[in-house]
């Protein structure tokens, strides 16, 4: 059955917390605060120039979610557009969700003058890393660091 790729609506709140742990357990076996979840994932819908997520639904239900902000880069002019929070339900893995979502944000940017796409994986995760390299994206030559601020990061 072909998907549906459509704009996440605050009906989905439930469904893109309950994917955000899933996935925090799932990357980094950490578990994360469900009332600072659910209000990080409203602060999108309540703020959307934090960004929006898309769902992918197959026969009417959802079974994948992905998390699009922006970062402004001045070298470029222009916005890259970052890839977070990407979830694919289990049953629904291997079979083209991801693919179908990355292509939507791709074109979506692209109607946008965004200037390129951009994520993070961890460095172990070998298959993810295959399947962004698949899609056409590339390596690119920075590490990340960050210092947490507040006191559940």
């Known amino acids: 059955m072909p998907l549906q790729i459509r704009a996440a609506e605050p009906a989905d709140l439930a469904s893109l917390v309950q994917w955000n742990a899933a996935m925090a357990w799932e990357t980094e076996q950490k578990r994360l605060d469900p009332a600072i979840l659910a209000r990080g994932v409203a602060g999108v819908f309540e703020q959307p120039q934090r960004g929006f997520y898309l769902v992918a639904e197959r026969d009417g239900t959802a079974v994948a979610s992905l998390l699009v902000t922006r970062e402004w880069s001045d070298w470029r002019n222009g916005d890259f557009w970052w890839i977070q929070s990407v ?3 289990p049953a ?3 079979g083209g969700v991801f693919r179908a979502l990355y292509e939507e944000v791709e074109r979506l940017a692209a ?3 965004a200037v390129g796409l951009r994520l993070y994986v961890e460095t ?3 298959h993810a890393q295959a399947t962004y390299e698949g899609l056409g994206m590339q390596r690119c030559h920075y590490f ?3 210092m947490p601020l507040a006191a559940d990061s």
Request: proline residues 0%; hydrophobic residues 40%.
């Open 87 to 89: 979830y694919v339900i």
């Open 92 to 94: 629904a893995r291997r």
């Open 111 to 113: 109607a946008a003058g």
């Open 124 to 126: 172990e995760n070998r």
């Open 144 to 146: 990340m660091y960050e």
